[in-house]
């Protein structure tokens, strides 16, 4: 761990200025991943920005629009329990809860969710070759241990998935991420946050060095009848996703009217359909209907060994999930498949 | 009279409170003056020698005191034997900071010392290291054309291996009625005790040196620190009062020792080194093994045929061995059986007893062949077990010294329920959920070692008994206090045992379930020895009561000694020591096991395991709903500590089975998934509800106190049972571990 200036701001734009004065700052909230880059020797922050008292991002609040606006500091936790997304987002709730332990999302913040870094053995192993950690370096995990990895949207460069439960729910909420910069403010849909790791791996999502994000919005839409989120890993907790969807759905005259769905643990984001989620609108749920847009999913899916299993359990997750979204009373803890 | 008061009493362990409120203090937590701080640099490459060193930037920055590498180290035998500890397999020990020779991923290669332990760490991150690289093998499947016997030396006293073929097991397999033939893998594991390796040296001056390290023999890094230092054996004092977990971990001195006191050594100073987690995955581990059975049985049942081969890696410097295929044919009598254990060395460090090593490798194997073979002959699994029983061990021909494995089945089924099983597999659903339920026995060998203790008596009353021994968490302290008031006839709160400190007599490592009968016995000896020399001085008093009597004539009880004859003639133990004139009494013995005697009998502790699984049908994920395992151990000290063991060794086979494994890439040479958020052992999530049942056994042969140890025993039956609960719940029979819910979707 290397020396390093330490400066608490209070306003956003206190924020964005100090981050402005050296590319090698970071901000800190939760710190839930940044400490762990930096004791592994992958992070380097010469300045750290604790951005923990800027009590503008530490709100939940409706808005005129009877959207809701989840502030970056709130944490993980103090969202699911949340009054108002425990009843109108739900998805949302049980996706947070899925996710790391409890004493992790009571200090990961909602912000700084967004940001976490894969976990890819191989990019947390600084003496291994990683094209995401040291461009042009090299992918070993296309040839190594890929029982994690992705087989959606992958590039020759990185085949490393983005970990997160939250952020999967959120993409299928159509949230948007509410951004703070140099230039003023601005909105990113959820689904353009996040990057494909195509060539250039090393960047993770759009957010630009000298931006914050400030919040998020969910738009006022109800998904509070039909919905799950199926979490498939090696344990029943803590531990990340081989494969997760979030499923939210309406419907109207037992038919589909809108359904979202949104795989975490197989691209290197949020992964949605949309050709997939329009094939079901206006038809039945029913296992038929939901596997074949399961298989247009996973069309162009592609394994690398270890992780072929994951295009075969995506169709079935898929079709589960979407299956006990009709059954949402059915979830079990953790995520774990019920029905 | 009652003879035995806290033995079989289930009370509390007694440093409880001091581990739960952090006054219990670790070997990395002795934060004493002048203190410097070593952080390891390890071996990025996995063979070859290391060309330079640049140490420019790390020396550069402040606070850095020193850097050791080969190149500067101070003078170390090169002889092998001085570095030989006390579970050193044939071989030639690794030997830290030797030379330039890269011979395993993650080998030690500097150590950075520093006044604070994050100018080490970050000061070692830049150390830049040039390395000629050599080609490297590092997995076991493919290599398996090479494998050859296991060198022979002191270890196989206690890791025997295989006997002789019996019989002709290749016409008596093709002549059986029901046949089943396996292959079953696991890859490397990891301890992984949540205390990391530290030491902390104190540097007391002219070359004496007090160490306190985690480790789980005192006296067996006492002995390795003075050898390969040339120190005088007691110019070092190792303690170990806690010990965050072993598992087999620190039965070998580690790495961090070695360069903990080479630095306070070179420095004359105090000197902190403590391991992080990923280095936790440097040194020792349970080695991947392949293992083949081919078992035959007759048309009623009876085992006739038994062929059980294993393939294990170990290091390419030191033959480790486990016993894996012996244990087939101690629990059923074929007459022909073929057995063998084979070695491949690899680029890895040498392999390391982990929480029942072999025992719980071998008995995948034998239990999932045994219950795969009950299906083929359909006959109920626990039923071909007690068909297939014996009371002798037929792959020596030696009584069992007691066994009451056939009380572990009636009970443990008993309290699983186990005869209301459906016969045959996927005939349970629960929604989408399959439910099987399974069964396995398990078995794992008493060993006997000499130990010593040492106890005093005060003039206050106060009983003090001390040896070298470690608790590594199991319970030690408090079952030796049990054992040492019952011992000595005084009520359990006049009675310390401390423990830990190789100044206080010598115990073997601890390890294999043999502390409490080992050390316990030394306990009890030393107890009746101190009894012996009161009663001596008691006589010698003037008017005394027992004058004229012998020992024979006289029990000890409540803190005295009476007359048999005459109970108002008695003499308390404190006027004993106040008459004496001195502020104690005290006596020093040795328990040393007969071992001519022991040698007809085969010692062994048993269990039964029974589980039930559900399998999502659809994705395979599998829980461990219920689980039961009963124990045949000897006599239990405390009922607690002692199922707290046991279900400690479930946990540890539901991770077996379900959970735990190091991934090796093979084309780096090194372990990927180096720490717990990726090493995957259980969460409170996968465990559901688990009963342990103690079944009476007596033994008045294996030791003094009839016990027989109960560290192993409870994950040696487990695993195979969940394998065995899946079989049945899916029908898929999968050999390998860790099962994972893709191998069943």
């Avoid at chain 1, 020396?3 to 924020?15: D, Q, S, W």
């Avoid at chain 1, 710190?31 to 530490?58: F, R």
């Avoid at chain 2, 083929?376 to 071909?384: G, K, Q, R, S, V």
């Amino acid at each position: 761990m290397n020396n390093f200036t330490y400066k608490k701001v209070e306003t956003i734009n206190e924020a964005v200025q100090e981050i402005s004065k050296n590319k090698k700052a970071n901000f800190i909230a939760g710190g839930t991943n940044l400490i762990d880059l930096w004791k592994y020797d992958l992070a380097h922050p010469e300045s750290l920005i604790d951005i923990n008292s800027v009590s503008t991002m530490k709100q939940i609040k409706v808005l005129e629009s009877g959207g809701l606006s989840l502030g970056a500091l709130v944490t993980n936790s103090d969202t699911a329990y949340d009054a108002i997304v425990s009843t109108k987002y739900p998805l949302l709730s049980r996706a947070i809860l899925a996710g790391a332990s409890a004493q992790i999302r009571n200090s990961a913040t909602n912000g700084g969710n967004l940001l976490q870094r894969t976990r890819c053995y191989y990019f947390y192993d600084k003496t291994s070759p990683c094209n995401k950690r040291n461009p042009g370096s090299g992918c070993p995990a296309k040839n190594g241990l890929n029982r994690m990895h992705a087989i959606l949207g992958t590039s020759e460069n990185c085949i490393a998935v983005f970990p997160s439960d939250m952020c999967i729910a959120l993409a299928a909420l159509d949230a948007t991420v509410n951004v703070s910069g140099p230039n003023g403010d601005r909105k990113i849909a959820f689904t353009d946050f996040h990057r494909l790791a195509g060539n250039s791996p090393e960047k993770d999502n759009n957010l630009e060095h000298d931006e914050i994000i400030t919040g998020l919005t969910l738009p006022n839409e109800d998904f509070s009848q039909y919905y799950s989120y199926l979490k498939l890993r090696d344990r029943n907790s803590y531990a990340f996703a081989l494969v997760s969807v979030a499923t939210a759905m309406r419907l109207e005259h037992n038919k589909i009217e809108t359904i979202r769905i949104a795989l975490g643990g197989v691209a290197h984001k949020p992964w949605r359909d949309f050709e997939a989620e329009q094939f079901l609108e206006g038809k039945e749920p029913n296992r038929k209907n939901f596997t074949e847009a399961a298989k247009m999913i996973i069309k162009t899916a592609k394994g690398y060994g270890d992780n072929d299993f994951k295009i075969e359990l995506s169709v079935k997750a898929i079709v589960r999930n979407c299956m006990m979204a009709l059954h949402p009373e059915t979830q079990r803890p953790g995520a774990q498949p019920s029905l | 009279m009652k003879t035995s008061q806290e033995i079989g009493k289930p009370i509390n362990r007694l440093e409880g409170n001091l581990k739960v409120t952090g006054a219990a203090k670790y070997a990395g937590e002795y934060n004493v003056g002048d203190l410097s701080h070593g952080y390891i640099a390890n071996s990025t490459i996995t063979k070859g020698k290391i060309i330079e060193i640049d140490e420019s930037k790390a020396a550069a920055v402040p606070g850095v005191i020193t850097i050791i590498t080969h190149k500067n180290r101070t003078k170390l035998p090169w002889f092998d034997m001085l570095y030989a500890d006390m579970d050193a397999p044939p071989g030639t020990p690794f030997k830290p900071l030797y030379d330039e020779n890269i011979l395993y991923n993650g080998q030690p290669i500097a150590l950075v010392v520093a006044e604070t332990f994050e100018t080490a760490r970050f000061a070692a991150s830049l150390l830049a290291i040039t390395y000629e690289e050599e080609a490297f093998e590092t997995e076991l499947a493919a290599h398996l054309d090479e494998a050859r016997d296991p060198k022979k030396g002191m270890a196989t006293a206690i890791k025997p291996l295989p006997p002789a073929d019996k019989g002709d097991f290749e016409a008596a397999y093709k002549d059986a009625f029901a046949r089943y033939e396996g292959e079953f893998t696991h890859g490397a594991e990891h301890h992984n005790p949540l205390e990391l390796f530290a030491t902390t040296t104190v540097y007391d001056g002219k070359g004496k040196l007090t160490v306190y390290d985690k480790t789980q023999g005192t006296s067996n890094c006492q002995l390795y620190i003075a050898n390969v230092f040339g120190l005088h054996y007691n110019d070092v004092r190792v303690l170990s009062p806690f010990v965050g977990g072993g598992f087999g971990s620190g039965l070998r001195p580690q790495y961090q020792l070695f360069l903990c006191v080479m630095a306070s050594l070179m420095l004359k100073r105090n000197v902190r080194v403590a391991m992080d987690r990923t280095q936790m995955f440097s040194f020792g581990h349970r080695p991947q093994t392949i293992q083949k059975t081919k078992f035959g049985a007759n048309s009623e049942g009876i085992v006739t045929a038994l062929n059980h081969t294993a393939i294990a890696e170990t290091s390419q410097f030191e033959d480790y061995t486990e016993v894996v295929v012996n244990w087939g044919n101690m629990l059923y009598p074929a007459q022909n059986t073929s057995l063998d254990y084979k070695l491949v060395p690899l680029d890895v460090f040498t392999p390391m007893d982990m929480r029942a090593p072999g025992g719980s490798t071998g008995m995948h194997a034998i239990e999932a062949t045994m219950d795969a073979l009950s299906y083929e002959l359909n006959i109920d699994p626990m039923e071909f077990r007690l068909l297939n029983y014996s009371e002798v061990d037929a792959s020596e021909n030696k009584p069992y010294s007691s066994k009451e494995l056939k009380e572990c089945y009636k009970q443990g089924a008993e309290k699983f329920g186990w005869k209301n099983r459906a016969s045959k597999p996927r005939a349970t659903k629960r929604g989408n959920r399959l439910v099987g339920t399974g069964m396995s026995t398990g078995i794992w060998d008493v060993i006997a070692l000499p130990a010593k203790a040492k106890a005093k008596f005060s003039k206050d009353g106060k009983l003090k008994v001390t040896s070298a021994v470690t608790d590594i968490g199991t319970g030690t302290k408090t079952i030796m206090t049990q054992i040492a008031a019952d011992s000595f006839a005084v009520a359990i709160d006049d009675v310390t045992f401390d423990h830990g400190d190789s100044d206080m007599p010598m115990a073997p490592i601890q390890g294999g379930s043999y502390t409490t009968g080992v050390v316990g016995s030394a306990v009890k000896a030393a107890c009746k020895a101190l009894q012996k020399k009161l009663f001596k001085k008691a006589k010698n008093i003037s008017d005394s009561p027992l004058s004229g009597l012998k020992i024979t004539d006289v029990v000890f009880k409540n803190a005295a000694i009476y007359s048999k004859e005459d109970f108002s003639k008695f003499i308390n133990y404190k006027d004993i020591v106040v008459a004496d004139g001195k502020n104690w009494i005290a006596a020093s013995k040795s328990n040393i096991p007969n071992l001519l005697e022991l040698k007809k009998y085969t010692r062994a502790a048993h269990s039964a395991a029974f589980v039930e699984v559900e399998v999502d049908e659809e994705l395979g994920i599998v829980n461990v709903t219920r689980a039961v395992t009963a124990v045949a151990a000897g006599k239990i000290i405390n009922p607690k500590t002692a199922r707290s063991q046991i279900l400690g060794g479930m946990v540890w086979g539901i991770s077996k089975a379900l959970r735990e494994e190091t991934m090796t890439d093979h084309n780096l040479g090194k372990y990927m998934n180096t720490n717990l958020g990726e090493y995957h052992i259980p969460v409170h999530a996968d465990i559901h509800d688990l009963d342990v049942v103690f079944v009476d056994e007596k033994d008045d042969i294996i030791n003094e106190l009839g016990s027989k140890g109960v560290g192993e025993i409870g994950l040696a039956s487990m695993a195979p049972a969940i394998a065995n609960a899946i079989f049945h719940a899916t029908g898929k029979r999968i050999n390998k571990f860790p099962i994972h819910f893709d191998d069943l979707m």
